[in-house]
């Protein structure tokens, strides 16, 4: 049988990577209060495309949402 040598990591930095991801808003409004009514979670690519709703009541706009 034959042993397995120890898994070694690289040493883990101090301080992490801060990574700013913005958050989704309508693009006639700016609203951020938006409904999913429809969506295709994996596109293939590991991206998601989603149809939703402004839900501002005097927005309502419908528009298509792709999260990369």
Request: proline share 9%; net charge positive; with cysteine.
């Amino acid at each position: 049988m034959r042993r397995h040598e120890p898994t070694r990591h690289p040493p883990v930095p101090r301080r992490l990577d801060t990574v700013t991801v913005q958050r989704p808003r309508c693009p006639f409004c700016g609203g951020v209060r938006l409904v999913k009514y429809r969506s295709i979670a994996d596109q293939g690519d590991g991206s998601a495309l989603a149809w939703v709703r402004c839900a501002n009541a005097e927005c309502g706009r419908r528009f298509r949402l792709l999260a990369e």
